[in-house]
């Protein structure tokens, strides 16, 4: 494999783990029959022209962007590995519990407290930026009060960014907040899931997850997959899929306990 075509699957895999797709279903997309990128990548077929077209089309993408080397690395992209991946390993010995409230539960007894973190973050006027204020506070906002800025959107995209070429500017929320306290910072981290979209609708990039922490009412975006490094984006992905199966465990562990429960006093009524 020579170094252009190395250097362009290098970015395709890159995606597909940023995206938490499936190889095959790219391949497929980009119109390729099953087991041909595997024989571009041995060297027996070439990389043409058509392929190239089919990939970058299949993942939103230049041409350009797919050919060109990108740095996937630095201090900060680091530092938070290092700490989604100590959040992780305390997940998998479950010194960390996770607990995911579906949008339609909010509002039920006992959840109130919940309501106003799902759906915004809580600032006073002085802690936005002047965007944020004209977007979120109007014009005169009172420096006394609260603010409520939405989670989705308010922080990740804002004005709108750009992602492998092309500029997203919507952003849609796909699964409930995954939540769970870090005690050694006083503070909540989330994890959510949301698809980014450009402004005409033509372009989306689905199943982006994404990271804040809390601390009273203090609210940090940390990190989205969709520009995350190769080796963050994975770490997110499976960092959400490990939070989710926890909480669906415990979840299910709850639902079957009440189930006794009432089989047993019916039982004792008879």
Known sequence: MD?????FFENVDRLIARRR??????????????????????????LTSACKAGFAEALSVT?????????????ESAELT????????????????????????????????????????????????????KQ???????????VHVPVLGGRSLEMGRDIDGCRYSKISYVHGEAFAKIESIESSLFLYEVDYENSDGSKQI?????????KGREGYFLCSSAWAPFELATLLGTLYQSAADQASSSRLQEGAHKLIKQFNEQKERK
Not at 23 to 45: D, H, M, T
Not at 109 to 127: A, N, R, S, V
Not at 206 to 214: D, S, T
Request: aromatic share 12%.
């Open 82 to 133: 290092d700490f989604f991946l100590s959040i992780h390993k305390q997940t998998l010995r479950k010194d960390i519990f996770w607990q995911i409230v579906p949008e339609e539960r909010i509002g039920e007894e006992g959840l109130e407290e919940w309501e106003p973190i799902y759906k915004t973050f809580i600032f006073f006027p002085h802690e936005l930026t002047p965007d944020e204020l």
């Open 136 to 146: 979120f506070a109007g014009p005169n906002p009172d420096p006394q009060e609260y």
């Open 3 to 7: 170094n252009m075509t190395e250097v």
């Open 21 to 46: 797709l499936r190889r095959g279903e790219v391949e497929k997309a980009a119109g390729l029959s099953p087991g041909y990128g595997s024989r571009i990548r041995n060297g027996e077929k070439q």
């Open 63 to 75: 041409v350009e962007y797919l050919c060109t080397p990108h740095s996937d690395e630095d201090a």
């Open 206 to 214: 689905k199943n982006i997850v994404e990271a804040y922490l809390l």
